[in-house]
């Protein structure tokens, strides 16, 4: 029982916090702390959970077994995990996603991890929340390509499926496997996996010896430039859409989602969270490493070209984002 | 450290074994175990260990992280786990395995579960043992699709990997990364991937109750059949190899690696452990269930026809042959 442990750990997390930020208040300042800390928010360990998909441990563990399974895919050989790799990020660390019949699709696959934290999904917002963000690539023909009616229809074949709906949302089990259960299911599935305690949220608490001097002076690059306008929250994202054209990229980005031009080439802003090892970056996942990644924005979206000594700064902060990994079983499915 | 758990789970179950096999002698027999049980072997928890290649926890957690690694594939998405998937019986539950640039091979991809029992590795054995199995996946054309001097590179470029192979073989980690010992680390790995204490063991080792009677009943027809000739030692297989045409299969087997005569349409026996979720069967994949594969079995090695419920009854005992899964935490790649 994995998630019991991710359950207990988590709160576990949580007093440590309030000790550490306790205690934080009685460590003599770093010349950074009292200027910056207020600046960001640490990272819950758990994200907000909606008030119609309350968090159960039998949830959990569904839509865990529905992330791992690939006979929801045309090819049977596909399944979330294949693109949002537990053992790299949650992602593939290749530019672009792999999918259907080794076909490469258009952007690059982002990190599943503290996607509860957002409030738009995907690179283009075409779903407002992990719920509604579950089903698309199960029937995205370069993704999965299967029809949720198919999809539905394996996971009816299965009786260890009848019993995990049926523990998840009580009643006939069978009747249970719907698309929105099954999406309500990996939502939840998607919210315990967090990266809290990062070297940056133990400093953000109070442990002044969490970050070297190089990060901290990153931190306060990053802060005073103004990266914090939309890399902010606990997840370093505003969730929003921003127009960028990133080194080969010619994505239209959220403008086919609402044709309205001004959103031509605009995407969302992704979670720093983890970013250093989420690489490659961008939306076509062009560009391969975090210095670059560093001055492509310094050009782009701040107008400014950063010294190479700047770029080491703030690549070394971006460094102190990766947060402990969650700690995930793979289940033996049917 | 899962590994510090699974060496802790194999002397618990070691530790459970004995006293098993020691209150099994003071029960009433059933009418099946005295005659049938010194017929089998049960299943140690752990393979034998080869002279040459010590069995020690820094290999076994080097070659964890190589099965998961994908980047040792020419498209950077397949790696071991990807047709030996951990969900799904360390298998992949289509009848012939998909790889690079959605290829479809000639066979059934066989489970790495108890592989370290088998003496022969491959359907055609054209391997001896597990470390020269490790390296023909990742330079086969329709599968990884990578020259094993690429993957030393690619894993060469990894600090992570330089430190795991220096901590393994000691020395200098990057002059430590060869074929060889990626070979023997991932065969260490594999080792490990055992499925003790099934119902079938416990039967073996005096727990009578363990088995159903239709499973004893199974078991009893399994051997006075002959099965056993075969399907032997604790792997039941014999790890040789035997003509067979399955219904499908057009391939000549073991001929191709000896060009001997003899061996046309000749293959491994497979191993029978797991094999209720380790589906579809034969050297094709082209038997989906239990019962055809038994009905199969029993025209083409045996020239009988079971009857129904004689199927039934040995793919009841067949299902007793599904163990522990070993627990298995999805290494962090860097």
Redesign the interface.
């Known amino acids: 029982m994995?998630i019991t442990t991710n359950f207990r750990k988590i709160s576990s997390v949580l007093g440590v916090a309030g000790l550490v930020a306790l205690s934080g208040n009685l460590l003599a300042d770093d010349g950074f702390h009292s200027k910056y800390a207020n600046r960001f928010e640490p990272l819950p360990a758990i994200s907000p959970i909606p008030a119609n998909n309350s968090l159960t441990e039998a949830k959990v563990e569904l839509g865990k077994m529905l992330f791992?399974?690939?006979?929801i895919s045309a090819?049977?050989?596909i399944?979330c995990a294949?693109?949002h790799?537990?053992?790299?990020?949650w992602t593939?660390?290749?530019p672009r996603a792999?999918g259907?019949?080794?076909q490469v699709g258009e952007r690059n696959t982002p990190t599943v991890l503290n996607s509860g934290f957002f409030t738009a999904q995907f690179w283009d917002g075409r779903a407002a929340d992990l719920e509604e963000q579950a089903l698309g690539p199960i029937e995205a023909d370069i993704e999965m390509n299967m029809s949720l009616d198919d999809a539905i229809k394996r996971l009816k074949g299965f009786d260890a499926y009848k019993e995990a709906f049926a523990r998840a949302y009580g009643g006939n089990g069978e009747k249970q496997i719907t698309p929105n259960n099954v999406a309500h299911a990996m939502a939840s599935f998607q919210r315990t996996l967090n990266t809290p305690n990062s070297p940056f949220d133990r400093y953000l608490r109070g442990d002044l010896e969490a970050l070297t001097d190089q990060q901290k002076r990153g931190m306060a690059l990053f802060s005073d430039s103004g990266c914090g306008a939309c890399h902010t929250g606990p997840a370093l994202t505003d969730s929003y859409f921003h127009v960028i054209k990133v080194p080969g990229s010619t994505d239209l980005g959220r403008y086919l989602v609402t044709n309205n031009e001004a959103d031509k080439h605009a995407f969302k802003t992704p979670t720093l969270r983890n970013v250093a090892?989420t690489y490659p970056y961008f939306n076509n996942g062009g560009t391969a490493t975090l210095e670059e990644a560093v001055q492509v924005m310094g050009r782009e979206m701040l107008g400014r070209e950063y010294k190479k000594k700047q770029v080491d700064d703030i690549v070394a902060f971006l460094h102190s984002l990766t947060g402990e990994?969650p700690?995930?079983?793979?289940?033996?499915?049917p």
């Open positions: 994995r791992f399974e690939p006979r090819s049977g050989v399944s294949t693109c790799n537990p053992a790299l990020g593939d660390r290749i792999t259907h019949a080794a090892v990994m700690h995930i079983e793979i289940p033996a499915l």
